[in-house]
T-cell receptor, first 113, second 113 residues
Framework: AQTVTQSQPEMSVQEAETVTLSCTYD???????LFWYKQPPSRQMILVIR??????QNATENRFSVNFQKAAKSFSLKISDSQLGDAAMYFC??????????FGKGTRLSVIA | DSGVTQTPKHLITATGQRVTLRCSPR?????VYWYQQSLDQGLQFLIQ???????AKGNILERFSAQQFPDLHSELNLSSLELGDSALYFC????????????FGPGTRLTVT
């Protein structure tokens, strides 16, 4: 069974600073996909970024980038130039084989003005 | 706005009752997924439909059922409701059953009293 672990229940960052959210996963599949979703207070789940396991290059979406360490099964999210609107719950998720999307427990990010 | 719509937004009902949650996927998406988000269980996959057929099943209780109609909208039926069924229920959609980006609706908050 695949698992996703987010070891940081809460994080905080100063506005304009950079923060990194950690995620580790475990899957026996060689073909899998990793995602970060953001859930702001509105509770909407918003796809932030995705990474295909077969790609060595780390995915980037504007201020969001990932550090994908395949051997270590690590998939961290870096948020640069943090903004107040980045405050939310962030969920790491893994999709592999015939297993549906599995989510971690989430990290609550606070942004301090 | 993800393009996925869910109704109703909020639902309050009593134990033992039955409710139906409705989801309309993004235009062109054939696959619909249902998730339950509760405080103690986190985000859990319930069931997936692809073009009208059940494709994958997760931790869905026997009291719960779902279907996808010819126009691709989906309904999640919850019966014999218990207090523990109170949760946020999300629907997500994707282009096909293996595409790796799922877009989430705003959710239906169910409160069972």
């Amino acid at each position: 069974a695949q698992t996703v672990t987010q070891s940081q229940p809460e994080m905080s960052v100063q506005e304009a600073e950079t923060v990194t959210l950690s995620c580790t996963y475990d899957t026996s599949e060689s073909d899998y996909y990793l995602f970060w979703y953001k859930q702001p207070p509105s509770r909407q789940m918003i796809l932030v970024i995705r990474q295909e396991a077969y790609k060595q290059q780390n995915a980037t979406e504007n201020r969001f980038s990932v550090n994908f360490q395949k051997a270590a099964k690590s998939f961290s999210l870096k948020i640069s130039d943090s903004q107040l609107g980045d405050a939310a719950m962030y969920f790491c998720a893994c999709l592999s084989g015939n297993t549906p999307l599995v989510f971690g427990k989430g990290t609550r990010l606070s942004v301090i003005a | 706005d993800s393009g996925v719509t869910q109704t109703p937004k909020h639902l309050i009902t009593a134990t033992g009752q039955r409710v139906t949650l409705r989801c309309s996927p993004r235009s062109g998406d054939l696959s619909v997924y249902w998730y339950q988000q509760s405080l103690d269980q986190g985000l859990q996959f319930l069931i997936q439909y692809y073009n009208g057929e059940e494709r994958a099943k997760g931790n869905i209780l026997e009291r719960f059922s779902a279907q996808q109609f010819p126009d691709l909208h989906s309904e999640l039926n919850l019966s014999s409701l218990e207090l523990g069924d109170s949760a946020l229920y999300f629907c997500a959609s994707s282009v096909d059953d293996r595409t790796h980006e799922q877009y989430f609706g705003p959710g239906t908050r169910l409160t069972v009293t």
